[in-house]
C-alpha cells in the first residue's frame, strides 16, 4: 500500500509517538492543576514543555500563548466566534477551508460582515483584492498558509504587513504547513495561528491548538467555559493564558504523544523535511509532463507550493480515477471538494473535484514512480 494522503492526516506517525502515549497511560496520567501530589506536577511539567516546544516552532514569545485544544477546527472557531461580533467584517480568502467556511457562514447569520478575497485560477491570492476589502469596520483578517486543495502557498508575510499598518488582527490557519514549512509569528506579523497536531506535526489526532497574544486573548470570549483548576472561587473564567481558553480536562496523552512528534522534527530539521517532500513533488511534477491525460491543477512551479498535487483528469471520471488508483494499485489519496468548495471554483473544478495527492517525508522516489506508472495505464498511456 502506498499513502499519498498526508493532507488529510500524517501516516506513519513519528518515531516515540505511540510510546509516549502508551508510557504516560500506564504510568499515571493525572490531572493537571487538579492534584497537590508529584505525579500531577510531573505531568504538569510534560505540558509545559510541549507548550514551550510549540512557542519555539512558531517563534512565539512565551509558551504561555500556547492553548491546546480539540483540533485546529476547535481552534478555529474558538478564535472567530471569540472574537467577532456582530457589526463586525472579517476577510478571508477563496482558498479556506470549511473549518473557516462553515463558522463564518454562522457568524453572518448573526450580523457579521463576512468577505471573501479573489484567488487566481492557479490559487494564487489576489494581494489588491485582499487589501481593498479591508477597511475600518474589519475586525479580522483569516488566512490559509497553504491550501489543502492545490497546495498553494499564500502571501501571509505580505498580508501580515498590511493587516499590522491598518491595526486589524491576523488569524493564520497552519494545518497544511506546521512542521513542514517555517512560520515566525513576530517575523510575520501573525496575531494568533491555529495549527493540527496530527499533520506535519506527526502527532496523533484530536489535538491541536491555538497560539495567541494575552491582549487578544483579553478582547475574546471563551468559547467553552468551566474548570480550570486555577481561580477557582470565581465565577468567570481566569484572565490568564492558557487558562482561559482551556476548560476541563486537557487530552494529556495526545499532548505527550505531540510532545515526542515535536523532538522527533527538531532533530531531523524542519529544512530537511521541507526539502525532502519538495523533491518529491518534483518528480511527481516532472513525471506527470509526460501523462497527456493529466492537468495538474494550482501553481506549476512545486517551489510555489506545499507537498500536494491535484490532479484532474478531463477525459475521466476523477472519482473513478481515484477508485482504480486504491482497488487496482494499492494507493490512497483523496478525490472530492477537499472541504474547501471556494476554492475550487476559484480554480475552475467545481463541482467536479480533483484527485489530490499529497506526499510526506517519508515517501520514496519508488512510491512515487509507481504512482505515475498507474495513472499512465489508467489514462490509456503505455
Known amino acids: 500500500m502506498i499513502y499519498f494522503d498526508h493532507a488529510s492526516t500524517s501516516h506513519p506517525k513519528a518515531p516515540g509517538v505511540a510510546r509516549a502515549m502508551l508510557e504516560i497511560l500506564e504510568r499515571g496520567c493525572f490531572n493537571i492543576n487538579r492534584g497537590g501530589y508529584s505525579g500531577a506536577y510531573g505531568v504538569a511539567a510534560l505540558v509545559f514543555e510541549a507548550r514551550e516546544k510549540i512557542a519555539a516552532l512558531f517563534d512565539c514569545p512565551s509558551a504561555r500563548q500556547v492553548v491546546f485544544t480539540g483540533g485546529l477546527t476547535q481552534s478555529l472557531n474558538m478564535a472567530l466566534k471569540g472574537l467577532l461580533r456582530p457589526g463586525d467584517s472579517v476577510v478571508a480568502t477563496q482558498m479556506e477551508h470549511n473549518a473557516v467556511v462553515r463558522p463564518l457562514a454562522q ?68 494545518a497544511q504547513t506546521a512542521g513542514v514549512i517555517p512560520v515566525s509569528m513576530r517575523r510575520d506579523n501573525i496575531d494568533l495561528l491555529a495549527f493540527s497536531g496530527h499533520k506535519g506535526l506527526l502527532g496523533p489526532q484530536g489535538l491541536g491548538g491555538l497560539v495567541l497574544s494575552q491582549k487578544i486573548a483579553d478582547e475574546m470570549v471563551p468559547l467553552v467555559a468551566g474548570g480550570t483548576g486555577s481561580h477557582s472561587h470565581k465565577a468567570d473564567m481566569p484572565a490568564e493564558l492558557p487558562d482561559r481558553l482551556e476548560a476541563g480536562t486537557l487530552n494529556l496523552p495526545g499532548i505527550a504523544a505531540l510532545s515526542a512528534a515535536l523532538d522527533y522534527i527538531n532533530e ?106 498507474a495513472l499512465s495505464r489508467i489514462t490509456g498511456g503505455r
Not at 138 to 163: D, F, H, K, W, Y
Not at 296 to 325: T, Y
Open 107 to 174: 457568524l453572518k447569520a448573526q450580523g457579521v460582515g463576512v468577505e471573501f478575497a479573489r484567488c487566481g485560477r492557479d490559487g494564487r491570492l489576489d494581494l489588491a483584492d485582499m487589501e481593498s476589502r479591508i477597511t475600518g469596520r474589519t475586525r479580522l483578517v483569516v488566512m490559509s498558509q497553504a491550501s489543502n486543495v492545490c497546495g498553494v502557498i499564500l502571501p501571509v508575510r505580505e498580508v501580515g504587513g498590511i493587516c499590522r499598518e491598518r491595526g486589524v488582527p491576523l488569524l493564520v490557519d497552519c
Open 268 to 373: 531531523t530539521g524542519l529544512d530537511r523535511i521541507y526539502a525532502r517532500e519538495m523533491a518529491l513533488l518534483d518528480r511527481l511534477a516532472t513525471g506527470l509532463k509526460a501523462i497527456p491525460g493529466a492537468r495538474l491543477a494550482g501553481p506549476e512551479d512545486p517551489a510555489d507550493k506545499c507537498a500536494v498535487a491535484a490532479l484532474d483528469f478531463p477525459g475521466l471520471d476523477n472519482a473513478e480515477v481515484a477508485a482504480r488508483l486504491d482497488e487496482e494499485f494499492g494507493i490512497m489519496t483523496r478525490c472530492g471538494l477537499h472541504c474547501a468548495p471556494a476554492a475550487h471554483e476559484a480554480l475552475g473544478t467545481f463541482p467536479r473535484g480533483l484527485v489530490r495527492c499529497s506526499l510526506g517525508h517519508k515517501n520514496t522516489e519508488a512510491e512515487v514512480d509507481e504512482f505515475l506508472a
